[in-house]
């Protein structure tokens, strides 16, 4: 039990405070005569492996005036410690109880794998909360390094996942850990999550500090120096402005699949060879967060130059990065080989002599080619992989963790009849998400258009009382039938036979099963391999199903800009709802908690309504790896995000 709470308050305190670092403050200004009384003061340390929490928790009681209380909560983490970073963040909450005698009770809960953990019981009725302003902690001197005291030097690790490519542009590749869990090893972004602490913080990587304005409009980086290129050209702050000028505003023979992504940014200065300034738009609640993401990669500015800015028909060793791998061998439909980078700025990694990914697309067979020892690692392998997995833990380890990427049939709005929101409203009511949760033995989340852990999204308790979420769907069947027959197509009768690509699976077999036996609408399967999906979404489909745009950001309006806002850069299917785009707008303003709630629920509705496609799931990955490989924590993990093995080293 003691071990319970210590990861819940680690999850707590760590997950939220250093999550963008982020203290909150919310102010009620009132001129009334008061009297104070302090009720308490609770000091809490807590321990955990490799860092100190402790908390001090002031409650104080203010009486006003009969009929109106307002109780201020001010909580103070003195001192939140990881390995070369300390947080000082102070927070102040104000609630309101309107109404004497009328309360409602309040239960914060934490989510640990595998168990749910109250942590706190409040009798407050929260009102509303008047402003909240994001501060960025600022680490100071960190280097970034394994856990454990003296790692070993050596060796290669061996992966197992799917990695063909089309393609070896990482800006233009589509949401998919293809690219991220290949091609990242070789590139640095200015920042990066940090894996030493379950990928909660943001720290610092080719930017060795930043400072936020104060009104939030900027953000300037202060770059590390001594830096070069894999081809031994300098890293200079004319790189980081041509990389993000390339993503902000492609030229027009390219698609940048994140430009939505920093939408935000108005322009970029390069103050010195080594600052650099981000202007913005507006304040915003989330922009800071998509540097740590894994694709904003740093290009060199002679390399996009040399090429047009377009980086798709040159191979892997003419793209060189500033990463701790460089490219060595490739090749296709069998292996990538990364040799160690022996200039890498940060002289603590590599570890490894190198890493060789070899291709190897289904999930039950990596998770026996790391049992076997064939390799060493896979971020992803089957449920029935991951379950012998557990078995054999004298030689490997597991660990289940949420996903944020979710498998999702985009629809080609330009194809009848897909371009009737009847018939895609008939198709999004006729599938029984529960059914293929059980298709998936039980490896999903009950979606509702966004992950579960993301910000101001209907619980799942909610989620299944609604039509298209219910378990029985006999009544969402029946309207599916209903709006089918009323755009011209009853009993299925006239409706055209569709093709759908994607990599195959139970998943798309059960969806095509479901189409036929409630609506009696045929599809047809073209499978194919699954990093060659993507093209077809550039091409002339009817339905293709791929991946969401997976990213770790909590606040919903950047997953919004980039995949359902007209005009989007991973919109596949040319979705428009202009009554969305308004509404997306409004969001990527806002800074109250509260009312980016309300705004997300409506958003869900407008897409339950006007689907742009099918969403099957949210998902979880499951990370299988042998004994001997050490140096990331992946037990900690908040969720799966497949980014740099710098600091892993094998133990053998």
């Known amino acids: 039990m003691v071990e319970t709470l210590r990861k819940s308050a680690f999850f707590v305190l760590v997950g939220s405070v250093l999550l963008l670092a982020l203290a909150c403050t919310r102010e009620v200004v009132r001129e009334v005569p008061t009297e104070v009384v302090v009720e308490k003061v609770v000091t809490e340390t807590v321990e955990v492996p490799g860092e100190t929490v402790v908390v001090e928790k002031e409650v104080v009681r203010e009486v006003t005036v009969p009929g109106e209380t307002v109780v201020v909560e001010k909580e103070v983490v003195k001192e939140v410690m990881v390995p070369g970073e300390t947080v000082v963040v102070e927070k102040e909450v104000v609630k309101e109880v309107m109404v004497p005698g009328e309360t409602v009770e309040v239960v914060k809960e934490v989510m640990v794998p595998g168990e749910t953990v109250e942590v706190v019981k409040e009798v407050i009725k929260e009102v509303e909360v008047i402003r909240e302003v994001e501060v960025m902690a600022q680490p100071e001197g960190y280097v970034h390094r394994a856990l454990e ?17 089309p393609h070896f542009d990482y800006h233009q590749g589509p949401s998919g850990q293809n690219w991220a869990g290949t091609l990242v090893n070789m590139y640095d972004g200015l920042v990066r999550r940090n894996p030493n602490d379950g990928m909660a913080s943001v720290i610092p990587s080719l930017a060795s500090s930043w400072e936020i304005a104060p009104d939030a409009r900027s953000y300037t980086f202060t770059l590390e120096e001594n830096v070069n290129f894999h081809d031994g050209s300098p890293f200079t702050a004319q790189d980081v402005k041509a990389t993000f000028d390339r993503i902000i505003d492609p030229p027009g023979h390219i698609a940048i699949t994140i430009t939505d992504v920093f939408g935000t940014v108005d322009n970029i200065e390069t103050l010195d060879d080594y600052t650099v300034r981000f202007n913005l738009k507006q304040p915003s609640a989330w922009q800071f967060g998509a540097f740590a993401l894994p694709a904003p990669t740093i290009y060199a500015k002679h390399t996009l130059e040399e090429f047009n800015h377009d980086l798709r028909t040159i191979s892997m060793s003419e793209t060189p990065g500033t990463g701790p791998f460089k ?57 029935d992989g991951h379950n012998e997995a557990l078995s054999r833990s004298d030689i490997v380890q597991t660990v289940q963790v949420p996903n944020t990427g979710g498998a999702h049939a985009f629809f ?65 069947v029946a309207e599916a039938r209903r709006l089918l027959a009323e755009a011209g197509y009853p009993n299925g009768e006239g409706f055209p036979e569709l093709e759908m690509v994607s990599q195959g699976g139970i998943a798309d077999e059960a969806f095509i099963d479901m189409m036929k ?41 950047p997953y919004l800009k980039t995949m359902y806002v007209t005009g989007a850069s991973q919109n596949w299917g040319g979705y428009s709802n202009p009554e969305l785009d308004s509404l997306v707008d409004m969001m990527d303003g806002e800074l109250n908690a509260s009312a980016l709630g309300v705004q997300v629920k409506q958003v869900q509705e407008m897409l339950d309504n006007d689907p742009p496609g099918i969403l099957y799931d949210f998902g979880n990955h499951r990370m299988v790896w042998g004994n001997h490989v050490k140096g990331m924590p992946f037990r900690i993990r908040i969720q799966a995000i497949w980014d740099r093995l710098d600091t892993v080293w094998l133990d053998q």
């Open 149 to 165: 005291p003296f790692p070993k030097q050596g060796g290669v690790l061996r992966t197992s996942w799917g990695f063909i490519l």
């Open 327 to 383: 490219f060595g061998e490739f090749v296709e439909g069998e292996y990538l080989h990364l040799e160690a980078n022996p200039d890498y700025w940060n002289e603590e990694l590599p570890y490894l002599d190198g890493i060789r990914h070899l291709h190897v697309p289904n999930g039950t067979d990596r998770a026996i080619a790391v049992i076997t020892g064939i390799t060493d690692f896979s971020w992803n392998v089957s449920v």
């Open 412 to 476: 080609n709005m330009s194809k009848p009849p897909l371009d009737d929101v009847r018939v895609r409203r008939a198709m999004f009511l006729s599938l029984n998400r529960h059914d293929m949760g059980a298709v998936n033995q039980g490896n999903f989340q009950l979606a509702r258009w966004f992950p579960s852990s993301a910000e101001g999204v209907t619980p799942r308790g909610v989620n299944e009382t609604l039509p298209g979420y219910r378990a029985d769907n006999s009544e969402d």
């Open 517 to 557: 036996r409630n609506l009696n609408i045929d599809i047809r399967l073209n499978a194919v391999e699954r990093g060659l999906v993507p093209g077809h979404l550039e091409g002339d489909f009817e339905i293709v199903r791929y991946l969401v745009w997976i990213n770790h950001l909590r606040n919903p309006t």
